[in-house]
């Protein structure tokens, strides 16, 4: 029960990482916000963290809206009253290089990984100040310290995450509030055998997305939701208490080569 008594907002919590570490701080004692896009996904993992005894409540939220963001931390308050934990956990995944990348491309993936993750911190550090204490998380990539080819748009977005995230520990440091980002390499969720997961790519099968990573990732495997919701559960506990601006890799030693 690591997070007992504990309020946390996680976003993007319908699937994949997200979903995990709703599940996960459910289990360690939190109470939860969780947004997303979809509801009747949205809704299914409430009721799942509320299997797990504890009060989970989905709102309905796309992050590139203001409004929606203020919403959801309106919500906190008024059910829990006060907000100890933020889990800028929404984002999405684009390609391209800097000629083929179109301005809508550049645009949507600054508004959710990079505008919509300043926005909440912007939204939540008021109140964690108020407190007196506070932990900030944000879902990087292993592309936050590394390049990546053919993945520009979405490399420059991670890797503005990471500076964002040490800056605003350096800011907050002697406020009581930590902020750090965990930094997954490739996790295998639901997009990795959808349509569209990298713009215009087709579908692959499971056993196709395996192969693929056992040739480049040291671990020869994909990393599991589940193992990155618990880095993300270290860094929001007290166990990692004296650790701020710092970016947690879980990428199976992929930025070790």
């Known amino acids: 029960m690591r997070l007992k ?4 907002i996680i976003t993007g919590a319908t699937s994949g990482i997200g979903k995990a570490t709703a599940l996960l701080f459910a289990e ?13 996904l949205g809704k299914i993992v409430e009721a799942e963290c509320n299997l797990k005894g504890v009060r989970c409540v ?20 008024r059910e829990f009253g006060r907000i100890d934990i933020l889990f800028n956990n929404a984002g999405i995944v684009t390609s391209g290089t800097a000629e083929t990348t179109s301005e ?3 645009n949507d993936t600054l508004n959710i990984n990079v505008t919509a993750v300043w926005r909440m911190c912007k939204l939540v550090l008021p109140h964690m100040r108020k407190q007196g204490r506070g932990v900030i998380v944000n879902n990087g990539s292993d592309w936050s310290v590394v390049g ?19 800056a605003m520990a350096l800011d907050y440091a002697r406020e009581g509030i930590r902020v750090n980002a965990v930094c997954p390499g490739d996790t295998f969720v639901d997009r990795w055998v ?11 099968t499971v056993e196709e997305a395996i192969r ?7 671990m020869g495997r994909f990393g599991k939701p589940e193992e990155i919701a618990r880095a993300v559960l270290f860094l929001a506990s007290d166990d990692s208490s004296f650790v701020t601006g710092h970016l947690l890799l879980a990428d199976g030693g992929n930025t070790a080569q």
């Open 5 to 8: 008594d504990k309020v946390a």
């Open 58 to 77: 989905f709102a309905e939220a796309d992050h590139t809206r203001a409004e929606d963001s203020r919403r959801v931390v309106e919500i906190a308050l």
């Open 212 to 218: 693929e990573a056992s040739g480049y990732i040291p």
């Open 194 to 204: 959808e349509k569209g997961y990298f713009e215009g790519s087709n579908p692959v």
């Open 148 to 166: 990546g080819k053919d993945a520009f748009p979405y490399v420059m977005s991670k890797g503005a995450v990471g500076m964002m995230t040490k």
């Open 28 to 40: 360690e004692g939190a109470s939860l916000v969780i947004t997303g896009r979809r509801p009747d």
């Open 104 to 106: 809508d491309v550049w």
